[in-house]
């Protein structure tokens, strides 16, 4: 096990860069990726892993930021909401108006885009369950679920459309 004392500089992948960055071995991943990284979506909430706002994807599993260490991510591949700009998920939250205030709104992008990777076909339960790892404290969750249902929906299509699932493959 490495040991870590005073300020260290390490190398994360976030949003498929490599970034250097000089911290303190007790900074968590998301105050390095807020304010060293100057990547402000994940957010502090609660920072002790209620509230969800803080999500990032770490090897495509959706992790909450303020309860893992910046050292405990070296060499793992870190996704945060910027670095999923464009995708049908967070389409689908504009479209949907998955939001208001926004401040959860990368938290449920980030865990929305985990559970389709993972589970395109979630059923609606298996989709209340996920998302429960989230909390919104404005939109009553209407436009958010709106948002998660027309993204898997786009999902389906993509993956019916796949030469793989075309082929039989
Ligand atoms: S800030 Fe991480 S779970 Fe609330
Ligand atoms: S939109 Fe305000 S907390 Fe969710």
Redesign the pocket.
């Known amino acids: 096990m490495v040991k870590y004392s005073g300020y260290v500089e390490i190398e994360l992948l976030v949003n498929n860069e490599s970034c250097h960055v000089v911290i303190q071995p007790s900074d968590t991943l998301?105050s390095v990726i807020r304010e060293k990284l100057g990547l402000t979506g994940p957010?502090?909430?609660?920072?002790?892993?209620?509230?969800?706002?803080?999500?990032v994807l770490i090897d495509g599993k959706p992790i909450?930021?303020?309860?893992t260490l910046a050292v405990e991510n070296i060499g793992k591949a870190i996704t945060t909401v910027e670095g999923l700009l464009n995708t049908n998920v967070q389409k689908a939250f504009v479209t949907e108006g998955g939001f208001q205030c926004g401040f959860c709104t990368a938290g449920f992008v980030v865990n929305a885009y985990a559970l389709l990777e993972a589970h395109p076909d979630a059923s609606e339960e298996e989709k209340t369950n996920w998302l429960n790892a989230n909390l919104c404290r404005c939109t009553g969750y209407e436009g958010i679920r709106r948002a998660v249902d027309l993204a898997q929906a786009h999902k389906k299509v993509l993956l019916q459309n796949s030469p793989k699932v075309k082929n039989g493959l």
């Not at 957010?43 to 706002?53: F, H, I, Q, V, Y």
């Not at 909450?64 to 309860?67: G, H, P, R, S, V």
């Open positions: 998301l957010k502090m909430g609660c920072e002790n892993g209620d509230c969800g706002a803080c999500t909450k930021a303020c309860l």
